[in-house]
């Protein structure tokens, strides 16, 4: 009994539902991840003119929305029987199909530009066939049929329609949930020059299939999981607070919930199909050193010289204020720039990845074309419990100006008992041991200068060879 009761209280909400559309966005909020990931948090007004069952009507919902993370809320108390994701909109065929067993008009020509205007029944689609009188028409184009207006119930853009029992009067909907296709990545240009200065832009690119039209944004940096499936399912909803961040001169940043949020202290319009950019660093006076930099596996086998090998151009600076930065950055890439009798030119980019506050940052921008090194193997030798390898590497720095040179020689090796190593570093040379088995060779080579750096490596085994 109570299954046939429920079944017909559906079917009378189904067909006697008064229709109403909600009004455009009062108050919208858009949170943009790296990952292709967008939360929509948005406040419509809506006013219902009698109490009772109402069919709501919420366009302007993106093609890309994950629908089973849509969560309402009502600022009055609101049955809500099912909730329904329209995204296969209007068309000329719908408009057909809703029309079948109804009158028509049609244009019926009778020259190549001159038609009168008639009605008819439209019975069928395919092909489109009309009764006028006792008469059956075909051969009627689709196109030269005329519609007065659109049905209420067919809808013009994606849209959810909720089943509700609603009071009358005004109130507020609140609208939470994610949506995929849209996304924001940074992105810097570090200028080498006397200032050595840092711009940054956050890049919103959206293909989400909706149109967020003067919008709170903010964008968060992080590797956020998606778990699309754990909102849970609710009849009965009731509005709930909105904390909103105060705005401020310019982007401002925060750790957020093991991440960093930023938030844009301006609304824009981020537009289906655009990309936007939103500048949210500028620093000067940043602190850093070029290096030309080589980083290889200690020699332990025998060979006789490998020649020329250019060095990696590195920039090394530290993230913190006493550097000129100090502050979160997102992973983007980093394009450097350099200028020349005015003219900045592009000489090379590398990526970062989320760097926290007081981490240093090394950018591999290419390499340098006048700075390479010869390596020799001296001496090689080899028995059942150790091995030794001795080489020397003759750097040449053909620029004309100095540079810092640093040599990462690391070994990668299972069997080892004992490491030893000797070296000629001295003078304008500084030798360290960096983590188990990585020595670390920094020169200050002058201009047009040469350097041999000698090596000599003794590993013992652990395990006798046989």
Same mark, same amino acid.
């Given at each position: 009994?109570?299954?046939?009761?429920?079944?017909?209280?559906?079917?009378?909400? /189904?067909?006697?539902?008064?229709?109403?559309?909600?009004?455009?966005?009062?108050?919208?909020?858009?949170?943009?991840?790296?990952?292709?990931?967008? @939360?929509?948090?948005?406040?419509?007004?809506?006013?219902?003119?009698?109490?009772?069952?109402?069919?709501?009507?919420?366009?302007?919902?993106?093609?890309?929305?994950?629908?089973?993370?849509?969560?309402?809320?009502?600022?009055?108390?609101?049955?809500?029987?099912?909730?329904?994701?329209?995204?296969?909109?209007?068309?000329?065929?719908? !408009?057909?199909?809703?029309?079948?067993?109804?009158?028509?008009?049609?244009?019926?020509?009778?020259?190549?530009?001159?038609?009168?205007?008639?009605? /008819?029944?439209?019975?069928?689609?395919?092909?489109? @066939?009309?009764?006028?009188?006792?008469?059956?028409?075909?051969?009627?184009?689709?196109?030269?049929?005329?519609?007065?207006?659109?049905?209420?119930?067919?809808?013009?853009?994606?849209?959810?329609?909720?089943?509700?029992?609603?009071?009358?009067?005004?109130?507020?909907?609140?609208?939470?949930?994610?949506?995929?296709?849209?996304?924001?990545?940074?992105?810097?240009?570090?200028?080498?020059?006397?200032?050595?200065?840092?711009?940054?832009?956050?890049?919103?690119?959206?293909?989400?299939?909706?149109?967020?039209?003067?919008?709170?944004?903010?964008?968060?940096?992080?590797?956020?999981?998606?778990?699309?499936?754990?909102?849970?399912?609710?009849?009965?909803?009731?509005?709930?607070?909105?904390? @909103? @961040?105060?705005?401020?001169?310019?982007?401002?940043?925060?750790?957020?919930?093991?991440?960093?949020?930023?938030?844009?202290?301006?609304?824009?319009?981020?537009?289906?199909?655009?990309?936007?950019?939103?500048?949210?660093?500028?620093?000067?006076?940043?602190? !850093?050193?070029?290096? /030309?930099?080589?980083?290889?596996?200690?020699?332990?086998?025998?060979?006789?010289?490998?020649?020329?090998?250019?060095?990696?151009?590195?920039?090394?600076?530290?993230?913190?204020?006493?550097?000129?930065?100090?502050?979160?950055?997102?992973?983007?890439?980093?394009?450097?720039?350099?200028?020349?009798?005015?003219?900045?030119?592009?000489?090379?980019?590398?990526?970062?990845?989320?760097?926290?506050?007081?981490?240093?940052?090394?950018?591999?921008?290419?390499?340098?074309?006048?700075?390479?090194?010869?390596i020799t193997q001296l001496s090689h030798k080899k028995t059942k419990s150790y091995v030794r390898s001795k080489y020397s590497r003759l750097i040449e720095n053909k620029t004309n100006k100095k540079r810092m040179i640093k040599i990462t020689e690391n070994l990668h090796w299972n069997n080892v008992r004992k490491l030893m190593v000797e070296n000629n570093c001295k003078n304008i040379c500084s030798f360290e041991k960096e983590g188990l088995n990585t020595y670390v060779y920094s020169i200050n080579m002058d201009a047009n200068s040469k350097y041999e750096l000698?090596?000599?490596?003794?590993?013992?085994?652990?395990?006798?060879?046989?």
């Open positions: 009994m109570k299954k046939i009761l429920f079944s017909l209280l559906v079917a009378t909400i /189904a067909f006697s539902q008064e229709s109403t559309k909600i009004q455009k966005s009062e108050n919208l909020s858009l949170t943009i991840y790296n990952n292709n990931l967008a @939360m929509v948090n948005d406040e419509r007004l809506l006013s219902i003119d009698k109490s009772g069952a109402q069919k709501l009507i919420y366009e302007g919902i993106p093609s890309s929305v994950i629908f089973e993370s849509i969560i309402p809320y009502f600022s009055k108390k609101t049955t809500l029987y099912s909730q329904n994701y329209h995204y296969d909109i209007l068309s000329l065929n719908k !408009l057909l199909e809703k029309h079948i067993n109804k009158e028509i008009t049609y244009k019926q020509y009778s020259s190549e530009f001159e038609y009168s205007r008639e009605k /008819a029944k439209l019975l069928s689609l395919n092909p489109i @066939m009309l009764q006028k009188n006792d008469e059956i028409i075909s051969g009627i184009k689709s196109t030269d049929i005329i519609f007065s207006k659109i049905p209420s119930d067919l809808i013009t853009k994606p849209s959810l329609v909720w089943n509700t029992n609603s009071q009358k009067g005004e109130q507020k909907i609140k609208l939470n949930y994610l949506t995929n296709n849209i996304s924001w990545k940074s992105d810097y240009i570090l200028n080498l020059d006397d200032q050595n200065s840092l711009n940054a832009w956050i890049s919103i690119k959206n293909n989400s299939g909706a149109v967020y039209e003067n919008a709170n944004i903010y964008v968060i940096a992080g590797d956020v999981n998606k778990n699309e499936n754990i909102i849970p399912k609710q009849r009965r909803y009731e509005m709930a607070a909105v904390n @909103m @961040m105060a705005d401020s001169p310019k982007v401002t940043q925060k750790s957020f919930s093991g991440y960093h949020l930023y938030k844009i202290p301006f609304k824009e319009t981020i537009k289906n199909n655009e990309k936007k950019q939103i500048n949210f660093i500028n620093k000067t006076n940043i602190k !850093l050193q070029s290096k /030309a930099s080589s980083t290889n596996s200690i020699y332990l086998h025998r060979f006789k010289k490998i020649k020329a090998q250019k060095f990696n151009h590195k920039i090394e600076l530290t993230n913190d204020e006493k550097s000129g930065l100090g502050l979160a950055l997102p992973t983007g890439v980093v394009r450097v720039y350099k200028k020349d009798e005015g003219v900045s030119h592009f000489v090379g980019q590398d990526t970062i990845t989320h760097t926290s506050k007081n981490e240093d940052i090394s950018l591999n921008i290419g390499k340098f074309f006048d700075i390479s090194q010869d000698i090596t000599d490596y003794e590993l013992e085994y652990a395990v006798a060879l046989k």
